[in-house]
């Protein structure tokens, strides 16, 4: 394997530990067994007390997998879903703040990798939400494959397939009562990969919010960014998506894998005493710069071994 950073390394073995295409399990009580061949996913998976961020947003992952409630009194919408695992402590951290499972109307995805997407068909069973998703990640979840072009394939765990699920474009806004979210296509990482925007309020204050999508070149050894047959568009996806994430309002940056955006320094710097810790409006900036010079080094990888 060539030498990635350590941060995309550690996530490349963990995902090459995965055994390919097997099915969602579950016991004979209909619980949802751990993620097999997975050594990342038990830290991925710990339990995470939610927290309001802003307004009506509110953190409902697990700690190392993030997912975002944006409430209302029409209905709520729930951002990712983590692990097929992390559903059941997704849904106990909604309660736990008052909201009902069966009140989330939309669910929306970063991108289609069973650590993000693995829990959603659970999810929508529970609530009856319908789904959207870009055109690439829509057939993803519902035939529950990824396909050839993604750089991961061949060292991805399947996840349970989802009906009902919406195709939107690059730019659709998406309305659930007066929740309003924005899809931008930031695709790279894996052919469908979106990231969301919307705007949160508390009393007169708003705040831009950004829930950007991965944006690593992670890929199965044999993957190669500079010459894929099979994603060949991908260094042109990453440098839209790195060009859109510039160009955001982006007050407060959540991302698919808290720990990217410094997720837990800084709501340990709010409870600390700095109320405004998570809002940095160059966030968005600084997360496309480093994903773009990542990008970068990755390619001069390549480059060097042909």
């Not at 490349?12 to 996913?41: K, M």
């Not at 070149?217 to 060949?232: E, G, K, M, N």
Request: proline share 6%.
């Amino acid at each position: 394997m060539s030498r990635f950073s350590l941060a995309l390394l550690a996530l490349a073995v963990a995902l090459a530990g995965a055994a390919p295409l097997r099915a969602q399990s579950v016991d004979s009580a209909g619980s949802v067994l751990p993620t097999p061949n997975c050594p990342s996913c038990e830290s991925w998976n710990e339990p995470q007390r939610p927290f309001r961020v802003f307004g009506s947003m509110y953190y409902v992952g697990t700690h190392g997998l993030a997912a975002v409630l944006i409430t209302s009194s029409e209905g709520h919408v729930l951002i990712d879903g983590g692990l097929p695992e992390s559903a059941p402590r997704i849904v106990a951290a909604i309660r736990e703040l008052g909201f009902r499972i069966e009140d989330v109307k939309l669910l929306l995805n970063s991108h289609v990798h069973f650590d993000h997407a693995g829990g959603l068909a659970r999810l929508q069973r529970l609530s009856g939400a319908s789904v959207a998703a870009s055109p690439s990640s829509a057939e993803v979840l519902r035939r529950g494959t990824s396909g050839r072009d993604d750089p991961q394939f061949g060292i991805l765990e399947r996840i349970a397939p989802l009906t009902r699920v919406q195709v939107v474009a690059d730019g659709a806004v998406l309305h659930v009562g007066p929740v309003a979210v924005t899809a931008h296509f930031t695709a790279g990482h894996t052919p469908g990969g979106t990231s969301w925007s919307w705007r949160s309020c508390e009393g007169a204050r708003c705040v831009d919010v950004v829930y950007a999508d991965s944006q690593t070149p992670v890929s199965a050894d044999a993957f190669l960014f500079t010459r894929s047959d099979a994603y060949p568009t991908a260094l042109r996806d990453f440098e839209h998506g790195f060009m859109t994430l510039e160009g955001l309002r982006c007050d407060i940056l959540l991302t698919p894998h808290p720990d990217a955006s410094n997720l837990w320094t800084r709501l340990a710097q709010r409870d600390s005493g700095n109320a405004d810790a998570l809002i940095d409006p160059s966030a968005c900036g600084r997360y496309a710069k480093g994903a773009r010079e990542r990008l970068a080094r990755r390619v001069a990888e390549e480059k060097a071994r042909s």
